[in-house]
């Protein structure tokens, strides 16, 4: 009776979201942001099923600008191997993941790791000012850079630009996609009882309608030093125990009979993986030591959550990326067109 009574309450934000999103879509220049009552009505909706964004993302985004489907065709990837795209798709396609072959140059980890053993970042859920990581005595279980941060690296900007993970995005979403988040943080064996905070529990992203995430272990993640963990299949399909918004227990994914499909990705530094994160996902608290992770993210429209429009110095090739692939790098216009003033 409360499940029927939850759907009654959610059909209404449905629609709700259809207008809003469709009213987003609309406007000639994109909207600084999206309401809070649209924010929490699209979360809202899409309990009803894992695929709902990407539903209302078809019905109500129509990007008519020529340049929107344009990625940077001539500029080679240092992160994605050409020949595993189509691949990788499919396996997306099918478990809600793709772990690629290709391991990244160590020489270019080196220098994503060697800048972020410098940068200022903050520690999750404390009011302290910004300040190296303490990689020596963490105090906290996450430790977060901001997007202006991470972008002072070069590598960074190369990664968070890179046209085979827009292209791959495109083929799986089925529309024209943009580059519309980019994360970078340090895990650490400190505060597992922070596991909520540090989303190291179950649960689905929804900040967006519809949108596919790359992330790259930057240091060698084995199952003592946080991998992150998928329910294979779970993007296509979850019971209706788990579909609330919020965070799972390891013991309610066990008794939705879904524990056999409970994927830990270990692997090297160097590691890229699409992941589409609207299936159950959660990154596991390390034991033994930390894990440096970089993840940029592709949506459909930046209907949902609140943006960035990040001020950052951009390299040579960012801006040559930029001039490419416009529609897919806007939230990068200002920061580029500064740089030619």
């Known amino acids: 009776m409360n499940q029927v009574i939850e759907n009654a309450l959610r059909i209404p934000r449905l629609r709700n979201t259809l207008k809003a999103a469709k009213k987003f879509d609309a406007n000639q220049s994109v909207p600084a942001s999206t309401d809070p009552q649209s924010q929490y009505d699209m979360r809202s909706s899409m309990d009803f099923h894992p695929k709902v964004g990407k539903w209302i993302s078809r019905k109500t985004i129509s990007v008519q600008d020529s340049s929107a ?101 495109q083929k799986y979403l089925g529309q024209a996609v943009l580059m519309d988040e980019v994360a970078f943080w340090w895990t650490t064996t400190k505060k597992a009882e922070d596991a909520n905070l540090n989303a190291q529990l179950f649960h689905q992203d929804r900040d967006r309608l519809s949108f596919l995430k790359f992330f790259i272990y930057l240091t060698d993640v084995a199952p003592d030093t946080g991998p992150h963990v998928y329910i294979r299949g779970s993007h296509e399909n979850i019971p209706w125990s788990l579909r609330g918004d919020g965070r799972k227990s390891d013991e309610a994914v066990k008794a939705a009979g879904l524990w056999s499909n409970v994927k830990e990705i270990t692997a090297p530094a160097g590691t890229l993986m699409a992941v589409d994160t609207i299936g159950l996902h959660k990154g596991k608290t390390p034991i033994s030591s930390d894990r440096l992770a970089l993840e940029n993210e592709y949506a459909t429209s930046l209907f949902g959550m609140d943006y960035e429009l990040p001020a950052f110095t951009p390299t040579e090739l960012t801006k040559q990326r930029y001039e490419a692939m416009p529609w897919v790098l806007q939230r990068y216009k200002k920061a580029v067109q500064s740089s030619k003033v």
């Open 69 to 169: 489907w344009q990625v940077a065709s001539q500029s080679p990837s240092r992160f994605v191997d050409p020949n595993e795209i189509d691949q990788a798709v499919a396996g997306i396609k099918r478990d809600g993941f793709y772990v690629f072959s290709h391991v990244v140059d160590p020489e270019i980890v080196s220098a994503i790791r060697g800048y972020a053993e410098q940068a200022p970042c903050f520690a999750r859920g404390t009011d302290t000012a910004p300040s190296v990581y303490p990689r020596s005595n963490p105090q906290v279980g996450r430790y977060d850079f901001d997007e202006e941060t991470a972008l002072g690296s070069p590598e960074v900007q190369e990664f968070v630009t890179d046209p085979h993970m827009a292209l791959i995005s």
